[in-house]
């Protein structure tokens, strides 16, 4: 009998390497950041949806299995790619996270002031470190052309005036005083749905963010949803398009400076006409690992 033939060479195969990624918890993100290096990569890493999947798999084996943020981050070039783990276990990659590009910058080591480009959003952004904390600089004017994606201060979803605003990540702002009564959360979660519309979002997706937010006697304060449910303070970005909006005449968001309540604390903002600043951020390193990653050979 005649050996069988070894058939075409099949170029789709996969081959498992390891990569080295970082664990790093932003102080105020609802969870903790995988921060994968690109430089730390097997050859011929894609960080695809496939690959990204099957390091999720791996994580699972470890005490960081509901992790659900990722940044991919590139040291030489000081880019980042942000990555949202939905609920369903689908990837987002529209979105961006100011919390996971600080972890980028905690993970790097680096000592001294730091200027990260965000690839998703098209952001620029400072990290300067002041002892234990670090303030972030969105380079970009608050009132500058594309913050009101809409081109108006103000549009009426569902009754409810509301205010659309892309800086850091598209947000949508409403008075908490426009929404009375109980159900809040589904309120919010309503309009968000109808906002993602007008943006051209598909309702899975992660954006756009919306808050709550309140002026009274004690100062302002602010309630944010995220991916599952409630923000338990504040995302970066959100405290980045919160103070924009209050830059902005007109919008729904009065002028906003300094100390911003939210559930579980503060988060303090200010505004330059070059600029907004979020400050008194902390992050750590939590673990360093070394993953199994799927790899398409392709030779």
Known sequence: MRPESP?????DLAVAAVAAVT????EDAPGPTLVVRVDQLPRGALASAGELAHLRHALARTVHSGL???????P???????VQVLPDGRFDFRAGCGHSLLACVVADGRQGPVTVRAVTTGDTVLCEPYGDTYTLSFLRPPTGPGTLPTGRPVDVLDGVPVSFVRYGNPYVFVDERDLPGPGLQDRLLALRAR?????????????PKIAAFRDGPDGPAVRALTVGGWHPRLALTGAAAL???GAIDGTVVPAVQGPVRTPTGTVTVSTAPDRVRVHHKRAEVLETLRLPWRVHATA
Not at 7 to 11: F, M, S, V
Not at 23 to 26: D, G, L, N, T
Request: hydrophobic share 45%; proline share 10%.
């Open 76 to 82: 030489a070039s000081l880019r980042y790619r942000f």
């Open 68 to 74: 659900n943020k990722i940044a991919l981050y590139d």
């Open 195 to 207: 906002a993602a519309r007008v943006l051209g979002y598909p309702p899975h997706s992660a954006l």
């Open 23 to 26: 664990v790093v918890r932003a």
């Open 243 to 245: 103070a924009a909006a």
């Open 7 to 11: 058939g075409p060479h099949r170029p």
